[in-house]
Protein backbone atom coordinates (compact mmCIF):
# COMPACT_ATOMS: atom_id res chain seq x y z
CA UNK A 1 0.00 0.00 0.00
CA UNK A 2 2.86 2.61 0.92
CA UNK A 3 4.47 2.08 -2.90
CA UNK A 4 0.80 2.81 -4.24
CA UNK A 5 0.55 6.14 -2.29
CA UNK A 6 4.14 6.98 -2.80
CA UNK A 7 3.24 6.80 -6.81
CA UNK A 8 0.06 8.14 -6.60
CA UNK A 9 1.93 11.41 -4.71
CA UNK A 10 4.51 11.29 -7.79
CA UNK A 11 1.71 11.18 -10.55
CA UNK A 12 0.17 14.77 -8.69
CA UNK A 13 4.17 15.93 -8.44
CA UNK A 14 4.57 14.79 -11.96
CA UNK A 15 1.52 16.84 -13.16
CA UNK A 16 2.62 20.19 -11.16
CA UNK A 17 6.01 19.70 -12.51
CA UNK A 18 4.34 19.60 -16.21
CA UNK A 19 2.77 22.13 -15.39
CA UNK A 20 5.51 24.56 -13.93
CA UNK A 21 7.63 23.94 -17.35
CA UNK A 22 4.95 24.84 -19.23
CA UNK A 23 4.81 28.35 -17.45
CA UNK A 24 8.68 28.24 -17.49
CA UNK A 25 8.76 27.77 -21.46
CA UNK A 26 6.29 30.59 -21.50
CA UNK A 27 8.28 33.01 -19.91
CA UNK A 28 11.13 31.93 -21.74
CA UNK A 29 9.27 33.10 -24.69
CA UNK A 30 8.51 36.54 -23.44
CA UNK A 31 11.65 37.03 -22.36
CA UNK A 32 13.53 35.98 -25.93
CA UNK A 33 11.23 38.41 -27.62
CA UNK A 34 10.16 41.28 -25.31
CA UNK A 35 13.79 41.36 -23.16
CA UNK A 36 16.92 42.84 -24.30
CA UNK A 37 20.07 40.88 -22.76
CA UNK A 38 22.89 43.37 -22.44
CA UNK A 39 25.81 41.71 -23.67
CA UNK A 40 28.19 43.17 -20.68
CA UNK A 41 25.98 42.31 -17.36
CA UNK A 42 28.48 40.36 -14.59
CA UNK A 43 28.78 36.89 -15.78
CA UNK A 44 28.82 38.29 -19.68
CA UNK A 45 31.79 36.18 -21.95
CA UNK A 46 33.27 34.42 -19.15
CA UNK A 47 37.09 33.08 -19.54
CA UNK A 48 35.30 30.27 -17.34
CA UNK A 49 31.94 28.71 -17.78
CA UNK A 50 30.37 27.74 -14.94
CA UNK A 51 31.88 30.80 -12.93
CA UNK A 52 30.58 32.86 -15.70
CA UNK A 53 27.08 31.02 -15.11
CA UNK A 54 26.95 31.94 -11.37
CA UNK A 55 27.69 35.84 -12.31
CA UNK A 56 24.86 35.79 -15.13
CA UNK A 57 22.55 33.63 -13.20
CA UNK A 58 22.97 35.63 -10.23
CA UNK A 59 22.49 38.83 -12.23
CA UNK A 60 19.61 37.99 -13.69
CA UNK A 61 17.62 37.22 -10.50
CA UNK A 62 19.33 40.75 -8.40
CA UNK A 63 19.16 42.96 -11.58
CA UNK A 64 17.12 41.55 -14.60
CA UNK A 65 13.89 42.52 -16.29
CA UNK A 66 10.95 41.14 -14.25
CA UNK A 67 10.20 38.56 -16.89
CA UNK A 68 14.28 37.40 -16.71
CA UNK A 69 14.07 37.47 -12.80
CA UNK A 70 11.19 35.46 -12.96
CA UNK A 71 12.43 32.87 -16.02
CA UNK A 72 15.71 32.42 -13.69
CA UNK A 73 14.09 31.94 -10.17
CA UNK A 74 11.97 29.68 -11.52
CA UNK A 75 14.42 27.20 -13.52
CA UNK A 76 16.53 27.16 -10.22
CA UNK A 77 13.31 25.67 -8.35
CA UNK A 78 12.77 23.57 -11.51
CA UNK A 79 16.08 22.28 -10.62
CA UNK A 80 15.07 21.81 -6.33
CA UNK A 81 12.00 20.12 -7.73
CA UNK A 82 13.58 17.85 -10.33
CA UNK A 83 16.20 16.76 -7.45
CA UNK A 84 13.17 16.07 -5.22
CA UNK A 85 11.25 14.11 -7.40
CA UNK A 86 14.32 11.64 -7.93
CA UNK A 87 15.16 11.14 -4.35
CA UNK A 88 11.03 10.61 -4.08
CA UNK A 89 11.24 7.75 -6.59
CA UNK A 90 14.42 6.68 -5.26
CA UNK A 91 12.60 6.29 -2.12
CA UNK A 92 9.94 4.80 -3.53
CA UNK A 93 12.33 1.96 -4.83
CA UNK A 94 10.74 1.66 -8.45
CA UNK A 95 13.23 1.55 -11.13
CA UNK A 96 10.89 2.60 -13.93
CA UNK A 97 10.26 5.76 -11.43
CA UNK A 98 14.14 6.45 -11.17
CA UNK A 99 14.34 6.07 -14.85
CA UNK A 100 12.11 8.73 -15.73
CA UNK A 101 12.78 11.20 -12.91
CA UNK A 102 16.45 11.08 -13.98
CA UNK A 103 15.44 11.84 -17.39
CA UNK A 104 13.65 14.60 -16.15
CA UNK A 105 16.40 15.74 -13.56
CA UNK A 106 19.04 15.64 -16.90
CA UNK A 107 16.90 17.60 -19.09
CA UNK A 108 16.17 20.49 -16.62
CA UNK A 109 19.26 20.43 -15.57
CA UNK A 110 20.91 20.71 -19.10
CA UNK A 111 17.71 23.45 -20.06
CA UNK A 112 19.39 25.60 -17.03
CA UNK A 113 22.72 25.06 -17.92
CA UNK A 114 21.91 26.02 -21.70
CA UNK A 115 20.05 29.24 -20.27
CA UNK A 116 23.13 30.33 -18.69
CA UNK A 117 25.43 29.70 -21.27
CA UNK A 118 22.85 31.68 -23.69
CA UNK A 119 23.70 34.84 -20.50
CA UNK A 120 26.87 34.20 -21.15
CA UNK A 121 27.19 34.22 -24.90
CA UNK A 122 24.21 35.47 -26.40
CA UNK A 123 24.33 33.13 -28.58
CA UNK A 124 21.28 31.88 -30.51
CA UNK A 125 22.17 28.25 -30.57
CA UNK A 126 21.99 27.81 -27.00
CA UNK A 127 18.30 29.22 -26.91
CA UNK A 128 17.38 26.23 -28.78
CA UNK A 129 19.43 23.44 -26.71
CA UNK A 130 17.72 25.11 -24.01
CA UNK A 131 14.57 24.63 -25.62
CA UNK A 132 15.42 20.68 -26.83
CA UNK A 133 16.55 19.90 -23.26
CA UNK A 134 12.83 21.14 -21.96
CA UNK A 135 11.05 18.88 -24.56
CA UNK A 136 13.43 16.19 -22.72
CA UNK A 137 11.96 17.14 -19.48
CA UNK A 138 8.71 17.19 -20.37
CA UNK A 139 8.75 14.16 -22.68
CA UNK A 140 10.02 12.03 -19.15
CA UNK A 141 7.30 13.51 -16.95
CA UNK A 142 4.90 13.16 -19.00
CA UNK A 143 6.16 9.29 -19.38
CA UNK A 144 5.88 9.50 -15.29
CA UNK A 145 2.69 10.42 -15.56
CA UNK A 146 1.68 7.31 -17.81
CA UNK A 147 3.55 4.86 -15.72
CA UNK A 148 2.39 5.87 -12.53
CA UNK A 149 -0.95 5.38 -13.58
CA UNK A 150 -0.55 1.96 -14.02
CA UNK A 151 -1.55 -0.13 -12.27
CA UNK A 152 1.28 -1.86 -10.30
CA UNK A 153 2.83 -5.85 -10.12
CA UNK A 154 1.85 -5.71 -6.90
CA UNK A 155 -1.68 -3.83 -6.69
CA UNK A 156 -2.39 -6.30 -9.81
CA UNK A 157 -1.86 -9.47 -7.46
CA UNK A 158 -3.34 -8.15 -4.15
CA UNK A 159 -6.78 -7.15 -6.56
CA UNK A 160 -6.53 -10.73 -8.25
Partial sequence: MRTE???ENLRNQFLGTLTFLIVQFLLGMAVNLF???PTNHPGANPPEYFGGVAQSV???ILHGHVLLIIHA??????VLNALGLLIAAT???SRDLITVTSFGLFGVLAAGFNGGSFLNYNQDFSSMLMASFFAIA??????GLFVTGRPT???ATASA
Fill in 138 to 143: IGAYAV
Fill in 58 to 60: TWA
Fill in 91 to 93: RAR
Fill in 5 to 7: TAR
Fill in 73 to 78: SLGLLL
Fill in 153 to 155: AAS
Fill in 35 to 37: VTI
